[in-house]
């Protein structure tokens, strides 16, 4: 019978959030007010039913590592299968392979042992409520080596730049991976392939010494690979930046926007973390915003995306603003596009504003 | 404190005086403070006293608090060794019956305690709302040399009477016990938290079994049997916010305490954490002409409304033009737009039609709601009642 099993391959994802991958790694950042990037993938595989899911870890995965934990809160903590993390191995220096490889190659047992017959393979920066199971299904019934879930983008944005577009046939049969910027048709990073095949790949790609696995394994046999398309339609976001980090979070101040991505669904599952509920104090002013467990407000907030365990005290105001977990901003602070990293303290009466275009990021742990 | 001491928790109760509240599920179940149950701030106690085995005697309805409690993983209780075991009444060879009072409850698992083979037995019920150290009360039970230690508050002198009454030396040894006395003499009232020393237990547990005519009550029969006996018994002074939610006026006070800046640290407290079960909703989401003060609200929760001295737990919806004012909503229901409630209780996944009005005067008990009350309402007013 065939069977999915899941991995998540961050090691060629872009780490551009300057401020917010100082001390992790993009797919553990924060995001939605209770979410990081990793919940996304991580539900969507859960979802799929799938049971086994594997992580590729490389560098500032300290947070990352908190984060997933055993894997209980996507239900992965399991005797058969779960979550496996795989490192590198960097005690033998005769080994010469490189970039995402790398990987493959010292965690091949994880795949030979595996009952899976496929692997579904995901990064952290395509951002969407959904599963896969359908797309497994067609990759089943075409017969096809490798299915592409490709989506197609109604309006262009600058993170859409580094995607790869799909020409595809009318079949459905991929043509050509391109970096046309003219074709809407983008590939999502999501894939799923065939598992013999994809050691087999992976071995090839080792013996020419390449560094991608997809660049150099798939899209380089193309022609001889049988390669299939499968679009999604749903609500999606693509995170490679602060500036369209920024963005997808104010995008889900729009009602029907937040609805999309996480009522209509599954809900998208992240680490539980027992704060209690919100409380709204005598001055508090708040609209237009999501707020998470553990805040404490007495402030005004307008527009702004709050995590878990804010305090915003009396005469404070915040706008366009995005306060990650545990921050205090003091009394007759004012904040204006502005994102603050965890554990930020704003002292009373500072006033921070930057500008839509680009938010002013303040790093962990800061007292300003 | 290991086996030390095991605690056993008694959760069967059915809460009657609760109205509808507990018509589905027991007293310790019923949802409290936007996103806990009653019975999360004993086992939260013991959670952060230490206490690492605990036994909960349940019997009433209790599908949902066995659900919530599950394995006890939000108390990090889910252990190799102890953690929480549920104990409903069971049958065995011999026969076996519905638990007829506190202490049967406890006498019918003597074999459950005996396994963990401990010095001392915490005996402490699942329906008050409060955070107590219980390590301390041990700690006071090994310092008098106590065979019974019995947790204690001052009440209002002229509330005495609804309470079990206990008089003590200066040194706070206790020489008489009056449950619900006439005239009290003192204002010490019993919170239903007892240390007691195993093997003194077991055997009063076991005389008390024999006797046809107990009531098998700890505060009736045992603690007055064994004050008889002249066992050496002593009171523990607690002080702080402790209240029992029996009345459905006192679960709303309760619920509008936690609204009070006074009392932040009941469930905001960083060293003293309330735990429960916790669910996977998405933050709370508010309107742009939402307008929420002196109030709490939970995750997955939609507001467009004005909220106002109330409590809302998860997955709420108040409509836009909407006042809900001095209230508690439970889980999953739905307030439409235009509505108008006052010191209401609007029960778990019922719907408020557009355009409703309720409001209880402050000197009446608050309206608790569901959806046949909203039936037979709007049946009657048209959507007006006042």
Redesign the interface.
Known sequence: MSRLMGLINLEHESQHFHELTYSRSSASIPF???YRLIDFPLSNMVNSNIDEVALFIHNKFRSLLDHLGTGASWDLDRTHGGLFLLPIDGSNPMDMTKGDLRFFRHNQDYFLRSPSTHVLISGSQFIANTNYRKAFEYHLERDADVTLITTRINRFLPEHRPLFRIEADDLGWVQQITNDQANPVVFTGVYIINKDLLLALVNDCIAYNRDNFFINGIMDHLSSLKVQSYQFDGPCAFINSIESYYRHNMNLLT?KH?REL??EQD????K???N??????????????????GC?IDGNIEKS?LFRGVEVKKGAVIKNSIIMQRCTIEEDVYLENVILDKDVQITKGQKLIGSTQKPFVIAKRQVV | MGNECVAMLLAGGEGKRLGALTTNIAKPAVPF???YRIIDFTLSNCANSGIRTVGVLTQYSPHELHRHIGNGK?WDMNREKGGITILPPFTAKHGGEWYTGTADAIYQNIHFVNQYNPKYVLVISGDHIYQMNYEKLLEQHKQTNAEVTISVIEVPIEEAHRFGILNTTDNMQIYEFEEKPKNPKNNLASMGIYVFNWDVLKNYLIKDAMKKTSSHDFGKDVIPAMLMDGRRMFAYRFSGYWKDVGTVSSYWEANMDL?E?EY?DL??SKTW????K?S????????????????????GS?IYGT?EKSV???NVEVGSDSDVVQSIIHSGAKIGRNVYLQRVIVMENTIIPDGVRLAVAPNEDPLIINEEIVKERIAVTGGNSV
Do not use: C, H, M, Q
């Not at chain 2, 954490?273 to 429960?276: A, G, H, K, L, P």
């Open positions: 939605a007010g209770r009602e937040y996480f009522y809900f998208v599952k992240t539980i973390s027992n209690p509920p919100v409380k709204f104090k005598e001055r508090a002013a708040v609209t237009n915003s999501i707020l998470s467990t404490i995306i | 403070g936007g996103k939000p609204l800046d932040d469930v905001n954490r309330i735990y429960t916790d996977n909703y998405p933050p709370l989401f508010l309107g742009e002409r939402a307008k929420i003060i002196n109030s709490i609200a939970n995750s939609f909220v809302l737990f998860e």
